[in-house]
């Protein structure tokens, strides 16, 4: 892994070892650093804070070995990265404006690839994970994660009927609750399709009686204009000396016959004049039958008025015409029936709710019992394991309860509170030593023995559940002496089997390491290439000399830390 400008370090290359590495250095020499480079290569939040005060942007870059075949690989290649003989390359670059930039295999991604990756490849744990662990939620989640199958097939049958039961029960709640406003609303459009019924309107009626109220209203002044308007085209027979327009256009027709065959064009003009007279005749008939036929009836007129006022009444509450009063009888009329069908749906709803507790509650109940199985095979592993890291005493055990809730399923006949991850409250109990009742870790722990139990943890789900790498940042916090050993010797056992990463502080860990890295600040207060070396020989027995007693050159601590390395190299490493 290669990481420049990120925190106290300029520029550093970190070569990790196949087995267990340690990484050692003074406080504040940059040891976290290594853990947060891995942390971003693995997809962790950028905080532009990292980046180096006066750099552009920091870049952390590392080759990760997988297995062709592995899900890690598959999925880098589905994202179209490429496979480097067996070896992934990934690189993260977070800028000092807050953007971050992820590369695999030559390719970009989103960061979230990252995640998922990780996920497959590196477990890490430090400090945070140890105070996740004291909550009940992470204790849980620890459990089912030991149990698999076991608990996964129940859990996402149990998932999906939980979630099916809250949508029901939140339409349920809806449609009970506003029940009064439904009955007023289903009043409301009652009423006024009643009132559209009874006028009856047709598509259009408004505009076809506002039209024959315009012409009944000036039925007058339309047949004087029809009377005059056909006088003048046809003639008055009460002045047969009178011209009109018919006898005028005859006339000029019959001059144009007379002399149409001397002139093509003076012909064309002949048959349009008998176009227009022929024209005029029709006009003056329509007009003779408009006069005839106008109905200036004022009983007629007072029942138009008197339907457009019954229009207007719908207008003014329904839609601004009739056709938007019809469309909203229409609508009304579909929504009614909803409404009116809402009580079925409640009966529904509620047969469907109580079917749905029934099953939730056997599945709560496959659940709990499937828990219950794995919380003993887990605490007898982690106990086993305590006894390997100087707690040979300790005792681990689960509580699994439930607690008791009017409103929820009924489970081994009682009526307990439900989730969605069940009705289980687990709870990891520690009894540190013979005699002692068993109490919550989060109370009955210290330091030492919480570093302890979380490392146990780790272990049993190394044999359950391993992924290639495993990173540990001073995991080993409150511990000293023989636990000390017992964890540098645990964490090499582990070790065979997976890639072991530890920042630590302990020289009874780093003994145990196959490499042990030393991170250190230049005078400048950086950490630069030669920042991170690989300690071997002499130099590995003044690091550990340094951790013993804060002093390299004590002959007292170099045979302490000589003594250390052998006792490692005798237990084979």
Do not use: C
């Not at 029901?168 to 709640?173: A, K, N, P, T």
């Not at 327009?245 to 005859?250: C, P």
């Not at 109990?429 to 870790?441: N, Q, S």
């Not at 023995?449 to 559940?465: C, H, I, K, N, Y």
């Amino acid at each position: 892994m290669r990481i420049r400008s990120l925190g106290v370090i300029d520029d550093a290359v970190v070569e990790l070892s196949p087995g267990f590495t340690a990484v050692t250095g003074e406080t504040g020499a940059g040891k976290t650093m290594v853990v947060t480079s891995l942390g971003l290569l693995l997809g962790g939040r950028a905080d532009p804070a990292l980046v180096r005060i006066g750099a552009k942007s920091a870049v952390v870059e590392g080759r990760i070995s997988v297995s062709p075949g592995a899900a890690a690989a598959l999925r880098a290649e589905e994202a179209g990265a490429e496979l480097d003989d067996g070896t992934l390359l990934i690189s993260r670059t977070v800028s000092a404006e807050g953007r971050s930039r992820a590369h695999i295999g030559g390719r970009s991604v989103p960061v979230g690839m990252l995640s998922e990756l990780a996920d497959e490849l590196v477990a890490v744990h430090g400090q945070t994970d140890q105070q996740g662990l004291l909550r009940p939620a992470r204790q849980r989640e620890a459990l089912d994660r030991y149990a698999g199958d076991a608990v996964t097939g129940p859990h996402a049958k149990y998932a999906a009927a939980y979630r099916r039961l809250r949508s029901v029960s939140v339409e349920l709640d809806e449609l009970t609750t506003r029940a009064r406003e439904r009955a007023q609303e289903a009043d409301l459009l009652r009423f006024g399709l009643s009132e559209i019924e009874g006028v009856e309107p047709r598509a259009g009626e408004d505009v076809e009686l506002a039209a024959e109220a315009e012409r009944l209203g000036h039925a007058e002044a339309l047949a004087s204009a029809a009377s005059v308007a056909h006088a003048a085209l046809a003639g008055n027979p009460e002045d047969p000396e009178g011209v009109d327009a018919t006898t005028l256009v005859a006339g000029a027709g019959r001059a144009l016959d007379a002399v149409r065959s001397h002139d093509p064009a003076l012909a064309a003009l002949a048959d349009r004049m008998g176009e227009i007279s022929i024209l005029l005749g029709d006009v003056a008939g329509e007009l003779a039958g408009y006069a005839d036929n106008l109905d200036a009836d004022p009983l007629r007129l007072a029942a138009v008025e008197e339907r457009r006022a019954a229009l207007t009444a719908l207008t003014r509450k329904y839609g601004e015409n009739i056709d938007a009063v019809l469309a909203w009888s229409e609508q009304s009329a579909e929504r009614l029936t909803e409404l009116d069908g809402d009580d079925d749906r409640i009966g529904e709803l509620a047969a469907e709710r109580d079917a749905l507790r029934s099953e939730l509650s056997g599945l709560a109940q496959a659940l709990t019992d499937a828990r219950t199985e794995a919380a003993a095979r887990f605490a007898e592993a982690v106990t086993e394991e305590l006894a390997s890291l100087a707690m040979p005493h300790a005792r681990v055990s689960f509580e699994i309860r439930q607690s008791e809730d009017p409103e929820g399923v009924e489970v081994d006949g009682r009526t307990v509170a439900y989730g969605p991850s069940g009705v289980d409250e687990v709870e990891l109990l520690l009894a540190p030593h013979p005699g002692a009742p068993p109490r919550p870790i989060a109370k009955g722990a210290s330091g030492g023995e919480l570093s302890r139990v979380m490392l146990a943890v780790e272990v049993v789900f190394a044999g359950t559940d391993p992924v290639p790498t495993y990173l540990f940042d001073e995991v080993d916090a409150g511990v000293g002496g023989k636990a000390a050993v017992e964890i540098g010797r645990r964490l090499a056992k582990l070790a065979k089997t997976a890639q072991v990463v530890v920042v630590t502080h302990l020289p009874q860990v780093a003994a145990f390491a196959d490499r042990q890295l030393l991170v250190e600040k230049t005078n400048d207060g950086s950490v630069t290439r030669s920042g991170v070396t690989v300690l071997e020989g002499e130099d590995r027995v003044r690091e550990l000399s340094r951790m013993l007693a804060g002093q390299e050159d004590s002959q007292t601590a170099r045979a302490h830390a000589e003594e250390l390395l052998a006792t490692a190299r005798a237990d084979g490493r």
